[in-house]
């Protein structure tokens, strides 16, 4: 074989090899029944996703840090135990009468929190219930080189884990370190607003759970829902609005030092 | 146009066709549909299991408790807080019985005093609380009211206690300056105790020409900061003014 024929070869091959294989793989789809078309029905029955728009609002007031949201949501969501794997948890705020800010979260609060300094140290205390703030503008879904995470038609930020790669960019890309690697999967998993409950109609588990009401459910645009009335009657803030995130966690009494 | 312009045409035209023939089969039919994300993860995502059946699938057998729990303090408590996840006991209530805790250590979760919980939310001292003794064996949890009514004020206003208990005031009792009805122990928001009005009321023990002890501070009431109340700048649970003078 001269040179000319190689090269020829190398040309005609490895095409004719993947082209023949596409023939075979056309021809045996050709022979199965067609998919079935995915369609909003077949995917929520009677749910209409394009009449809702969800948002949560956190009181921060109410917060008794009992920790009740972090095990039910670990119960629901089937989160890992660890103490290192957390969709929802509960930050312990306490700026000092030195001016110091200090911030724990014992095991998520999951347990309570440890009493660590006398009221005598204390100048204002407060408890913060964080979860991932399923941005409006989300920077976890620009950073995704497969497209496995993406905002809902209902503005929930959801993971699709037999797409995810483990690659952790949208890890990295969330300000708001809402997100971890599953340690079984090992895909990245974050809070969904439970949206297998809420298009069945059911309350978040945090929100079932929380015994003071310092979480409210709810959607953006209607007047007559209990988020309306959250951010009618509250001084709202949102964590990092520098950022342009656009977070739809709204915290009412929020304080200055929380980030 | 010359011959070899028209082959590398032919090249780039068959290249593109390849390309969507190899992008239709590789990617995932769904994909793009609502968005750059694959549709049928939805689906995925939908199918996840319930745990926490809602309390308003509690109230359909259990209306009675529901009931009790509804006029009771707990209100706002939904019935899984405590009794664990019970969407498996609404699908078969003989074979999942939900737990209800009975142990002393579960509802300080709550109640046990933090001071960076709210003041005002009901907070116990677990360690002087009735030692021993659980708290179901005194309160009904679905009507937890407690059985006898609080003789001080400590039992609710903790913080406010612990915080004047280390303060110049530790030893004035609460009524010195608040007059609270007995209706208050009771229905605390309907009987609200009265609260200091004016600088006379503090005058009265710190003004120049109160008939007080001579170890209280004294202020001339005239040239003190007139204008301003009292409590504006000193807090009356732990007034700093004498702490300044040691330092």
């Known amino acids: ?32 029944t067609p998919l079935g078309k995915i369609s909003l029905e077949s995917i929520y029955e009677k749910y209409n996703p394009h ?53 724990d979260s014992p095991e998520g609060g999951i347990h309570g929190f440890p009493e660590t ?56 890309a969330c300000p708001y370190g809402a997100r ?53 009657f509250n001084k709202i803030g949102v964590l990092k609005p520098y950022l342009n995130t656009d977070p739809k966690v709204y915290y009412a009494n929020l304080d200055k030092e929380v980030t | ?34 968005g750059h994300y694959r549709a049928a993860s939805l689906k995925t995502v939908v ?9 308003i699938a509690c109230t359909e057998c259990h209306d009675d408790i529901f009931t009790l729990k509804e006029k009771s303090y707990h209100r706002g408590v939904a019935c899984e807080v405590c009794h664990s996840p019970a969407y498996a006991h609404t699908q078969d209530p003989s074979e999942h019985k939900p737990p209800a805790p009975r142990k002393r250590a579960y509802c300080p979760l709550c109640h046990g005093y933090n001071p960076t919980r709210p003041t005002g939310f009901p907070q116990i ?56 009805k007995e209706e208050h122990k009771l229905n605390p928001r309907v009987a609200l105790p009265s609260k200091p009005r004016n600088r006379e009321f503090c005058g009265q023990c710190h003004s120049q020409e109160a008939e007080s002890s001579p170890e209280i501070p004294r202020v001339d009431m005239k040239s003190h900061y007139s204008g ?5 700048c000193h807090y009356p649970h732990h007034p700093e003014a004498r702490l300044k003078k040691e330092e």
């Open chain 1, 51 to 103: 009449e809702h728009y969800y948002a949560m609002g956190i009181d921060i007031d109410k917060c008794i840090g009992c920790g009740r949201c972090v095990e039910a949501c670990k119960i629901e969501n089937n989160v890992p135990q660890e103490p290192f794997f957390f969709r929802t948890w509960v930050e312990r705020y306490v700026i000092t009468v030195d001016g110091e800010t200090k911030v």
């Open chain 1, 180 to 232: 971890y690697l599953h340690p079984e999967t090992h895909t990245a998993d974050k809070c969904t607003f439970c949206y297998h409950r809420i298009v069945k109609g059911l309350q978040p588990a945090c929100v079932e759970v929380c015994p003071t009401g310092a979480r409210i459910f709810g959607e953006v645009k209607p007047r007559n829902n209990p988020l309306a009335r959250f951010v009618r």
């Open chain 2, 47 to 55: 199918s996840q299991e319930i745990k926490y059946a809602g309390e």
């Open chain 1, 117 to 172: 300094l006398t009221e005598k140290e204390i100048l204002r205390t407060f408890f913060v219930p964080k979860l991932c703030n399923h941005c409006d503008n989300p920077p976890c879904v620009q950073v995704c080189p497969v497209g496995a995470t993406y905002k809902s038609i209902d503005g929930a930020v959801l993971v699709d884990k037999d797409y995810c790669i483990g690659c952790r960019y949208c890890i990295q």
């Open chain 2, 125 to 180: 001292d677990p360690v002087t609380h009735n030692p021993g003794n659980p708290c179901i064996s005194c309160h009904n949890p679905h009507d937890p009211t407690p059985p006898v009514t609080p003789q001080g004020c400590e039992p609710c206003h903790t913080q406010i206690a612990r915080t004047k208990i280390v303060s110049p005031h530790a030893p004035l009792p609460c009524t010195q300056c608040h007059i609270a």
């Open chain 2, 1 to 34: 146009m010359p011959q070899q312009i028209k082959y590398l045409f032919g090249l780039a035209i068959a290249l593109i066709i390849i390309f969507f023939i190899v992008r239709h089969y590789l990617m995932s039919p769904s994909f793009g549909l609502f």
């Open chain 1, 1 to 32: 074989m001269n040179r000319r024929d190689l090269l020829k070869n190398l040309l005609i091959i490895p095409p004719g090899i993947f082209l023949g294989g596409l023939f075979t793989k056309i021809l045996s789809l050709l022979k199965k």
């Open chain 2, 228 to 232: 301003f109340l009292c409590w504006e």
